[in-house]
């Protein structure tokens, strides 16, 4: 992603006007719109150059990849470029940034990308983690010992990697929660960390608490809207529905407020996994609700 001058002043903070539902308040952050793309897959796999047109239609300017078609990255630049669009950052697959790295690092500088994202990782012996196999401890040890590797080619490349949580690294494991592990076991020198905020919530954690456990940790924020479980727990993900933003249970205006106080967060981006509305009319409501806490 293309760096920027990180925070406005916090006192914009505190001229925040809370309505839920149709409220406006200042957004400390002072982010462009970022959509991650993968909300848009299907689209793109049928038009690519129609759903990036739509994206950047409904309000966005920066975006981040994921599930792109098969098509070469200067062609994929080419059409970013066309819709008016920048690739600041890249989701890739832990075989993509391991034993494919100088491919992918190739490829997602091409696209403009300066961040270089994880947002899975298997075991140890590089099967995926399942319900009759789950990630042990040492296999969550293994991902921190790759994801170092990885960051330090990253650097000299001159990309930042980092890793892309969900509700499993909550899932504790020979009792260690597996995403402290790997904040504490990965080197912030060459691991950064794209908080999704969404599954943090719906994993039944605080995000603004583990801000604040975890300073200058989180570099960008994934933003997207549930309605709640009763008792969100990271095991019962599925009991959690997802929604456009302003529609569901989550209130990130004390989530932006803390990353301004001790992270530095340059991007941030909406992610709209499934549509309760025609998807051209779900990106503008949430591009919408995105402007509406920089007002």
Not at 25 to 50: E, F, I, K
Request: aromatic share 10%; net charge negative.
């Amino acid at each position: 992603m293309t760096r920027r001058t990180f925070l406005c002043s916090t006192a914009a903070a505190g001229l925040a006007l809370s309505m839920r539902g149709g409220f406006a308040w200042a957004n400390p952050l002072g982010l462009p719109a970022g959509l991650q793309l993968y909300s848009v897959r299907q689209q793109m796999a049928q038009d690519l150059d129609g759903a990036l047109a739509a994206v950047h239609a409904a309000g966005y300017t920066e975006v981040e990849s994921a599930a792109l078609p098969k098509k070469p990255a200067k062609e994929i630049r080419a059409a970013l470029d066309k819709a008016g669009l920048r690739c600041v950052s890249s989701h890739n697959s832990f075989a993509d940034v391991t034993t494919r790295f100088d491919e992918t690092a190739a490829f997602v500088k091409e696209l403009g990308c300066t961040y270089l994202i994880c947002p899975s990782s298997p075991k140890r012996d590089g099967t995926f983690p399942n319900a009759h196999s789950p990630m042990s401890l040492d296999d969550w040890h293994y991902a921190a010992e790759q994801f170092n590797s990885v960051g330090e080619k990253a650097n000299g490349v001159g990309l930042h990697f980092g890793y892309h949580n969900h509700t499993g690294e909550f899932i504790p494991v020979e009792g260690k929660v597996p995403y402290e592990e790997l904040l504490r076991l990965t080197d912030p020198a060459k691991v950064t960390f794209e908080m999704d905020a969404g599954w943090v919530n719906v994993a039944g954690v605080n995000p603004v608490q583990l801000m604040q456990q975890h300073p200058h940790r989180f570099s960008m924020l994934h933003v997207k809207d549930f309605k709640l479980a009763a008792n969100p727990q990271p095991d019962k993900r599925e009991e959690s529905v997802v929604t456009e933003l302003g529609r569901g249970s989550i209130d990130y205006r004390p989530v932006f407020a803390q990353a301004a106080k001790n992270q530095h967060i340059t991007h941030a981006f909406v992610e709209q996994e499934a549509f309760d509305v025609p998807w051209q009319e779900s990106l503008k409501i949430d591009a919408d609700f995105w402007r509406s806490l920089k007002a």
